[in-house]
């Protein structure tokens, strides 16, 4: 399959590309940016005049609910829904059910990823047997079975001595250990921002310092066992001075923030609205000011969409009983163009949070045009104005607190591995 | 999905449903407490019951178990006429694994006008006004820790009675502010009805997270937070706050911020004292204070069947006449 992609501008923020040029794909790689290759036939030609050619995106943090809960969503609708959002491949957490703790769990998704055709899937393995925290997961044949990462998701774990234990038996075999810090006795049962709107709205609590404690613990585990760690989620200013710290230290870290928190706070919950309910908690005006000031300097290095669809119930009563998340994946690129607009980040670092970035994290080869990369690619219309309802959402997941609201900016075309995935 | 609009007014901005004091005018307030004065001025006349609900259904929905909030507003509902009926969920429907939505779906099924709700979970009655049919109120009877706005109107009536008016008024409320739907409605009543100062005197255990935000000056000292103060509002200690290390013991509280005659004194002289029960002697309150002449906490009681009589009443009437 020959496709070539025309008039479009290219950014590719891994190679310092920003160009009106031509981009041509052969066989499933990047084979010319720029002119064609001699004697390239295309036989699909995209016309991208007045749109944008970029690096597929690359998501850290994606539930898809299966296996296990299908009636919430399925891998087939939400990698459809991530290709029309413009993402080429996913990272999905361990708590799937069952866990993705041996690796049949892990083919079994890969091989129904690969029927379903559209994003790619990234497997986190979790960290310990069932997600328990009592007991090491076979991290070596996970790694074998093709995890990415390991993991554990938001169940906690025991004590510090099986954290300890698991970061150094991760280390010994080279896996990245994606960790969402949260001390579980400071946040336990919290459901909101500990600030004025949860006192005022009476909903119990979660303390900035749950996050804080236990991101400082870990980091003090990576001094002692050598770990490669990504913090997955951060929610607070005071998270992004700690992790900025741990990389002046020169430890093996990185961290990436949920999309909405860079746009959402608590002071934006509408009362006991249930689409607002997220973990962690969108926190304060200052919060959120601090992540977007770590995005910009890079303390943060990625983006993530934290995408977690709920089917109606979930989301249906008293807002403490209702379960957390949001269905995300849609509204990334709308809401990073947000940003660009604002004046916070360029289109180029934009583009980089969501694909490059997280690409080096994950240390694969991909989130760059590279002659010879695999081709894995997001064509959009920066000025496409829609609007989220029942015609244009995909996720089997509505539970956005942006449905019915007007967004700007649009994929028309996304490419994973030289083959068309998605297409407006 | 909840939109900004106030659930609890109709569109003529009527009293539809009374799920929080936040979010009212002081006149509404001002509404609710002269109109309880009526029913109390008459029911202290020997006339006690009124064909002004009659023929309606009230149901009570108590998710958590309750005697005195239940019994004033079955007595309520009665005075006016309507037919009550009342559930304790805490035993029933939802311990069977119905849903909070289905438990409501089956009892409009039954033709009811109107749910009184308490619930352990802050945002249920909020969340049962948003999804019930549109010809049905709803009360809210307090939910989870953030608020009990007939309890906080009794109050208001009780403080009116003694006082006669808000303004200049300075009042203290001592305890668990934390875990206290009642506090949270009484600061924001005494705020929109123009009290010259609301403070909340507790251990910071149990104080929630910005709390001047909501309009109060902090204390931790009894003493000192008493110095000018017109009312004193006790709250009730949970035992189990003990448990969960808020506290190591009722007797070091009481030392700290229980109310024993001697920390009355530093109170004005004309201060009444409050409860809104059931009060636990010698834990936030000596049985002295409790018992003594400047305790209204009986009254309180006596006024809550007024008060919720209004509540009712109104809300009724909103919802007949409303969209």
New interface residues.
Partial sequence: MRIEIINGRIIDPSNGVNEQAGLYIEDGKVVAVGNAPEGFVAQTRIDAQGQIVCPGFIDLSARLREPGQIHKASIHSETHAAASAGFTSLCIPPDTKPVIDTPAVIELIKDKAEQCAYAHIYPVAALTQKLAGKELSCMYALKQAGCIAVGHAQAPIQDLLILRRAMEYAATHDLLLMYCPQEQSLSYQGCAHEGAMASRYGLPGIPVAAETIALMQCIELIEHTGCRVHFRGLSSARSVIIVGKAKQLGLPVSADVAMHHLHLTDADMLPYNSHYHVSPPLRSQQDKEALLNGVQNGTIDAICSDHQPHDIDAKLGAFPETEPGMATLETVLPLMLRLVEQGILDLSQGIASLSASPAKILAINAGHLTIGSIADICVFNVNTDWQINGETWQSQGQNTPFWQKNMRGKVTTTIQAGKIIYSQ | ????KN?QLNSLGKLQHFLSI?GLQKSLLTEILDTAESFADMSEQQVKKFPLLRGKTIVNLFFENSTRTRATFELAAIRLSADILSMNIATSATSKGE???DTIRNLEAMQVDMFVVR?S????A??IAE?AAPHISVINAG?????HPTQAMLDMFTIRRAKKKFSGLRVAIVGDILHS?VA?SQIHALNILGAEEVRVIAPKTLL????E??GVTVYHDLTAGLKNIDVIIMLRLQKERMNSALLPSESEYFKCFGLSDDKLKTANKDAIVMHPGPINRGVEISSSVADGPQSVILQQVTNGIAVRMAVMSMAMQSNARGD
């Avoid at chain 2, 999905?1 to 900004?4: D, E, R, S, V």
């Avoid at chain 2, 939910?143 to 608020?147: A, K, R, S, T």
Wanted: hydrophobic share 35%.
């Fill in positions: 999905m909840l939109t900004n659930l936040e849903s909070l939505l619930h979970l802050s945002g249920a909020h969340f999804h939910d989870g820790q953030h608020e739907r949270r929630p997270a910005q709390v935000s909501l």
